[in-house]
Nanobody, 119 residues
Framework: QEQLVESGGGLVQAGGSLRLSCVDS??????MGWFRQAPGKEREFVAG???????NYTDSVKGRFTISRDNAKNTVSLQMNSLNPEDTAVYYC???????????????WGRGTQVTVAS
């Protein structure tokens, strides 16, 4: 059974940085990525990366967040810089079959890690 476990969330001041990591204990997935859900808002796609390094980012994080993966270790990371309070959310690690922004393309989800950005 595939299991995704996130780490690296926490509290940071606006303008600061955090790095999220996720280990996939199951089989290797073609796509790994991150979604987030802010209080009172719908869950949204943040970034995704394919096994061969293709990436996709939502517009609001382009230039600030960088996704990477280590195929040998079955891990994906999200380096988040220049954080602002609007980035406050629970961040979920995902694994799926296509690099798309819709939730239905992702069949494995982690439990989430809280990121809070203080103003």
């Amino acid at each position: 059974q595939e299991q995704l476990v996130e780490s690296g969330g926490g509290l940071v001041q606006a303008g600061g940085s955090l790095r999220l990591s996720c280990v996939d204990s199951g089989h290797e997935s073609y796509v790994m990525g991150w979604f987030r859900q802010a209080p009172g808002k719908e869950r949204e796609f943040v970034a995704g990366i394919t096994w061969d390094g293709k990436t996709n980012y939502t517009d609001s994080v382009k230039g600030r967040f960088t996704i990477s993966r280590d195929n040998a270790k079955n891990t994906v990371s999200l380096q988040m810089n220049s954080l602002n309070p609007e980035d406050t959310a629970v961040y979920y690690c995902v694994a799926g079959v296509l690099l798309m922004r819709g939730e239905r393309w992702y069949n494995s989800w982690g439990r989430g890690t809280q990121v809070t950005v203080a103003s």
